[in-house]
Each structure stands twice: as structure tokens, then as C-alpha cells.
């Protein structure tokens, strides 16, 4: 069976790094908030090329404690996208501000900026840009709207670690940038684990502060709350990111090879934009008769996955209560045709190829 993601065969990659790490972190005295979560925010800052980086128990909360951190909270409005993973709209209503929800470009799948100006009122303190698949958002229209607005950005990384535009690294852009280091990520842990940048000290001591229940030298300054990175995931973590390029390039290759084979079916391969370097931490393709296919490539030996299956404005715990703009489209008819095909740095480009003869077999 060749699974959509799998994180395990990672694991199998760097086993024996992994399993020193974790055995020295189990043979240490400290296992939560130790040294080697201090390694891992410096040398992750490093990377992402902000001054600082936080680690965190989730990317959830690397959302909300950079509102939290921002002041943001009941009487705000915070603008994101409907196509995301519900954590992204969650962490927004965590903070008691209330969440406004903007359609998708159709090739991107990112924030519209188009309809930025519509839904700003003036209780809109800030913008979450979700980089959704592996690709970036038209960051340069978003920072300019904050920029003339006076809004804070937040970049939601989770699905994009290592990638660039216009030559950044994503999530040096923002404020904030909040990325979830779930298992299945580009850059994934062996639990939950989050990470926060930023390049504003005083912002990043805030955050600090808010994860460990508003502490200053064990004195609560502020509220905050218990959102702490454990050294074992902080270690895992620290041996994964020294081989992320690597392992996105092969992602890329990947994409590459999909993108080539399939140029002729009559399928909606994914849509670059220009100055991005994606990471494809997934192949998202949209086609007509999503469950037949969905059928036949699990016949084969071949689970693909639906990401996502309902715009966050039409879920149960959000569609009587949150605001959207007028138009949400896009968001709405991308959901009923988006496949997620199997790609991960492990990947074999023979399982590749057999997904590939697959579709052609199913389309011809």
C-alpha cells in the first residue's frame, strides 16, 4: 500500500540519529524547555533568517500566542482564509477575536488579496496568510495592504517549511511566523511540537512569557498558559532540520516528475507562482470525477487524500456564526474536486511511476 504521507520511513531515514538524540535527552535531567530546545530556536532562527524563534507545543498555539502577543483578543477582527486547516481558524477564536474569512486564489490556493479591502472594518487588527501546500502566498499585495492598514501580519508556515520567495525564507516575513511541527509536516516531530519566529525581541520574550503561563522569573506578569516544547521532540526536530533542504528537494523532484507524466490528462496539476520556491508538502490536483478515482487508486494499492474536505465556513462549529466575503467560489468548488496524490521524501520514484501509470490507466 503506498500511503498519502508517511512519516515512519522518515524515521527510518535518520534512525540512528534520532534514537542517540532521544537517548540523550532520556539520560539528561532536563526534559521540557532544556538545551535542546534552546539549540533548536536558535539554529531553526537561523534557517527561517529571523532573530528569534520560540519553540511551542503545537502550531495551534503558535497561532494563538502570537495574537496573544500582538494584544489581540475579544472586539478584534483577525482576516484568513476559509481553505485551511480548521486549526488555523480555531487559534483565532482561542484569543476571544472574532475570525473573517476571505476566499482562495483559484491557482494558488492561497489568500485572496483582492478581497482584503471588503472585509476590512475597523476592527480588523491583524491577517493570517496561510502558505497552504508547500507554496506561497502573493505576499507582496498582503504585506502592502497590512503595510497601508497599519496591520500586523501573521504568516501560518505549518505547511511550508523551507520555502522561499522572492529568495526569504518563509515565515521572516510577518510579525509572527507559526509553524506546526506535526509528524506528517516537511519538518515533523515524533508528537506535537510548534515553533514561532519572529524578529521583534521584545515580542519573542512575550511569547516566551505566554507559553509558560505569563512567567517572569516564576512570577505570572501577564495570563499565559502551558504550551511548552518537550526536549525529545526538540531533539528529533533538531536532527530532521539539518537534512530539510535536502528532503524538500526531493519533494520538488517529485512534483517534478508528477507534473511532467501527467501534463496530459485531464487533470488540474498545481500552479506555482513565479518567485516561489515550493516545498510541496503536498501535491494537491483537482479533477472531475474525484470518487471514482479516489475508488480505483485504493483498488491499486494507493491512498490518496483530501485536503480539505470543507471550507471552514461550511463546518458545523463555524457556518451559523462566522463572517465571510461575498464571494467564497472558489473555496467552495476547489473542496469537491482537490486529491491529495502521495508524496514524501521516501517516496520511491518506482511507487511514483505506478501512481502515475495508474492515472493514466484510469483516464485512458
Not at 532520556?26 to 528569534?52: C, H, P, Q, W
Not at 490518496?304 to 467552495?332: K, R, W
Request: a negative charge.
Amino acid at each position: 500500500m503506498i500511503l498519502c504521507a508517511n512519516p515512519s520511513e522518515q524515521f527510518k531515514s535518520y534512525q540512528l540519529e534520532i534514537e542517540k538524540a532521544v537517548i540523550s535527552v532520556m539520560r539528561s535531567n532536563r526534559y521540557v524547555l532544556g538545551k535542546e530546545v534552546d539549540s533548536l530556536e536558535k539554529e531553526f532562527a537561523d534557517y527561517i533568517g529571523t532573530t528569534s524563534a520560540i519553540g511551542v507545543a503545537n502550531g495551534t498555539d503558535a497561532i494563538e500566542l502570537a495574537l496573544r502577543a500582538l494584544n489581540i483578543g475579544p472586539g478584534d477582527d483577525v482576516i484568513t482564509v476559509s481553505h485551511t486547516a480548521v486549526a488555523t481558524v480555531a487559534a483565532i477564536e482561542c484569543t476571544g477575536a472574532k475570525a473573517v474569512l476571505v476566499d482562495v486564489e483559484p491557482k494558488s490556493y492561497t489568500l485572496n488579496p483582492v478581497q482584503l479591502e471588503e472585509c476590512f472594518t475597523k476592527n480588523t487588527k491583524a491577517i493570517i496568510v496561510v502558505h497552504l501546500y508547500g507554496n506561497a502566498a502573493d505576499l507582496d499585495s498582503i504585506v502592502t495592504f497590512c503595510n497601508s492598514h497599519k496591520l500586523f501580519l501573521i504568516e501560518d508556515v505549518s505547511q511550508a517549511h523551507g520555502a522561499k520567495y522572492n529568495g526569504k525564507r518563509l515565515g521572516s516575513f510577518g510579525d509572527f511566523g507559526c509553524f506546526s511541527c506535526y509528524p506528517t509536516k516537511n519538518l515533523g516531530a515524533i508528537g506535537d511540537a510548534g515553533l514561532v519566529t519572529t524578529n521583534n525581541n521584545d515580542l519573542a520574550n512575550k511569547v516566551r512569557m505566554l507559553r509558560e503561563y505569563g512567567w517572569e522569573n516564576r512570577t505570572s506578569i501577564f495570563p499565559g498558559r502551558n504550551s511548552r516544547l518537550d526536549e525529545i521532540q526538540a531533539a528529533v526536530l533538531r536532527v530532521k532540520l539539518k537534512y530539510l533542504d535536502a528532503d524538500n528537494e526531493k519533494r520538488r523532484k517529485l512534483a517534478k516528475y508528477y507534473s511532467d507524466e501527467l501534463s496530459e490528462l485531464p487533470i488540474q496539476l498545481p500552479s506555482i507562482r513565479a518567485g516561489v520556491e515550493s516545498v510541496f508538502h503536498l501535491f494537491v490536483v483537482q479533477v472531475e470525477n474525484r470518487q471514482l478515482l479516489l475508488k480505483y487508486l485504493k483498488e491499486e494499492g494507493i491512498l490518496a487524500g483530501i485536503h480539505y474536505l470543507l471550507p471552514v465556513h461550511l463546518q458545523p462549529a463555524y457556518q451559523d456564526h462566522i463572517q465571510t466575503a461575498n464571494d467564497m467560489s472558489t473555496s467552495e468548488s476547489i473542496v469537491k474536486k482537490i486529491i491529495s496524490l502521495p508524496i514524501y521524501p521516501e517516496l520511491s520514484f518506482d511507487d511514483a511511476k505506478k501512481i502515475i501509470n495508474t492515472l493514466k490507466k484510469f483516464f485512458n
